[in-house]
């Protein structure tokens, strides 16, 4: 399991370390300018793991010791134990419908004492090998139907098992495998299709479902009247123009209202549609009319639902070009936007260091993420490159959307800013991602499988 006589510097990609310690230092920074008070001092409370920046001090020097373990493990580990991984990740997703610990709506936690586990964040790891183990095989073809249902059971497994915890958000980061399928070779018809299956949900939730459809048949009809002379001579293109009206007509009036009465909870459904300015047509008929009293409840809790966004972006832009400075935000330390050292911790950075300290942000995770594709596009083994690809896409995805979530671009669905946001789930997580990313990379000469 671990490699004998090998300095344990050695092949390591240092920029890979310098841009992990820094980002991972501005998160500290960033934690305690939200919660360190004047009156704190500050020895104690930062060695007394009683303060979220004490927790995740410590949690940091965990990382250190977990990268420096993978670091002395040998490349071939990570494929010999990839599928098994995988299923120990799964077994652990279920094991929380059984012990799991209910944390805001959220039955996705498994407690251990000095800190909360959350399977499903962990097993962003065992998915990327596994996938990787899978696209790596010399019988894989990934040009056929059969490689491509086996490459998306294994990626969307968790997160179906997460939409059944609550955990909405963490279930689309499994999204981003579909950067390493497609870097691999899935059809670009695929993500045609996702980008008009995309357009059609903003559609449909701008209009009325009975509008839409009758909109729907009206093109179909009129298409078929356009096309009547190709029609009799191939009967395909009418097969074509009606299979695309059903599936429209399907999507818009079965799968959409599905998901928003089953899949979503009522209070992500209305932000949802509060983003494009629109009543929720969905959740609000199911109870039939409402009592003034519930109204009233409903104005109330409207009224709230957006506080968070809200204050999040009173924070930013009180932040101007060059920021208040360190431990001078008024929002951040005035406890004005909750979560704000974990899923807003992007908020402290604008209010703090203002518009220059997000656009230095930004670039480091730009240039992580251009150094990981670097990474990738140098391995020898099929293996390494696609984990790679896998690291670059859940990063890509969580930071994009995170951003997004606190400027109020993207509906709240929780989502970590990765290596800055506070908690040892998502800290433990990316480190291992990382670092078995340097570890693969630095015995590239290897050829995986």
Partial sequence: MFQKNIPITKGNDKVMLALYAILIFIGLVCIISVEYKSTDNFVQTFFGFKKNYSKQFFFFLACCLIGVFILLTDSKFFTATANLSYVIGIVLI???????????????????GFMNLQPVELCKIFTALALS??????????????????AA??????????????????ALVYFSFLIPMYREGLPPGYLIAGILMAVLLVVSLLFHTKTLLIVFTILAIVLVLLNRKQ???????????VGVWLFCA?????????VFNKVFKKYQADRIFSMVGVENPFTDNRTGSLSPEEEKLKQRKNAQQNYNVKQ????????????????????????FVPEQHTDFIFTSVGENFGFLGTIFLMLLYLGLLLRIVFIAERQRS???????????????????????????????IGITLPL?????SSLITFTILIFILIKLDADRQMVLR
Avoid at 133 to 150: A, E, G, H, V, Y
Avoid at 382 to 411: D, E, K, M, Q, W
């Fill in 94 to 112: 279920l094991a929380t419908f059984v012990v799991g610990k209910e944390i805001k709506g959220s039955k996705s936690w498994i407690p251990l």
């Fill in 133 to 150: 183990k899978f696209l790596s095989l010399q019988d894989t073809d990934f040009s056929k139907p059969k490689s491509q249902i086996i």
């Fill in 153 to 170: 059971a294994i990626s969307f497994a968790p997160a179906a098992l997460s939409i059944l915890q609550g955990e909405t958000g963490l």
């Fill in 231 to 241: 029609i009799k001579r191939n009967k395909d293109i009418l097969f074509i123009i």
């Fill in 250 to 258: 399907a999507f818009v009036g079965i799968g959409v209202p599905f």
């Fill in 312 to 335: 999040s972006k009173i924070a930013i832009g009180s932040g101007g070009f060059a920021g208040k400075g360190f431990l001078k935000g008024t929002q951040t330390q005035g406890d």
């Fill in 382 to 412: 099929s293996f390494s490159r696609v984990y790679a690809y896998c690291v670059a896409g859940i990063i890509f995805f969580h930071v994009a959307v995170n951003v997004c979530v606190t400027i109020g671009l993207a509906p709240v």
């Fill in 420 to 424: 800055m946001s506070y908690g040892g």
